[in-house]
């Protein structure tokens, strides 16, 4: 079963602007962090924002200034608006919480949304 479900990705042109979405299942017992991870073509998986079940943020250098993390927790779904995007965002991204899905899970552990493309073209 899917514990996290990611939306939103597409092609753009490089100033344009993308909005992700990851809903978590309403299932989940507890969600503490949440995060955006992104993974380019040759190149290992980055960190690109964090988000607490406070609402505390913090981003990767690289996108500050433009792009925003917010959740919804009675959606129990995280976002990350995109703006301004460069050919260098493109990647595949991936949601991610720190959580505990059901009862038959014995605490809170990691879960991973499966990848959405992100594709920024010049």
């Known amino acids: 079963q899917v514990q996290l479900m990611e939306s939103g990705g597409g092609l753009v042109q490089a100033g344009e602007s993308l909005k992700l979405s990851c809903a978590a299942s309403?299932?989940?017992?507890?969600?503490?962090?949440m995060a955006w991870y992104r993974q380019a073509p040759g190149k290992q998986r980055e960190l690109v924002a964090t988000?607490?079940?406070?609402?505390?943020?913090n981003y990767l250098d690289s996108v500050k200034g433009r792009f925003t993390i917010s959740r919804d927790n009675a959606e129990n779904t995280v976002y990350l608006q995109m703006n301004s995007l460069r050919p260098e965002d493109t990647a595949v991204y991936y949601c991610?919480?720190?959580?505990?899905?059901?009862?038959?899970?014995?605490?809170?552990?990691?879960?991973w949304g499966q990848g959405t493309q992100v594709t920024v073209s010049s």
């Open positions: 309403r299932s989940f017992i507890s969600i503490n962090d």
């Open positions: 991610y919480t720190w959580g505990r899905a059901d009862r038959s899970t014995p605490g809170n552990r990691a879960y």
């Open positions: 988000i607490t079940d406070g609402g505390g943020t």
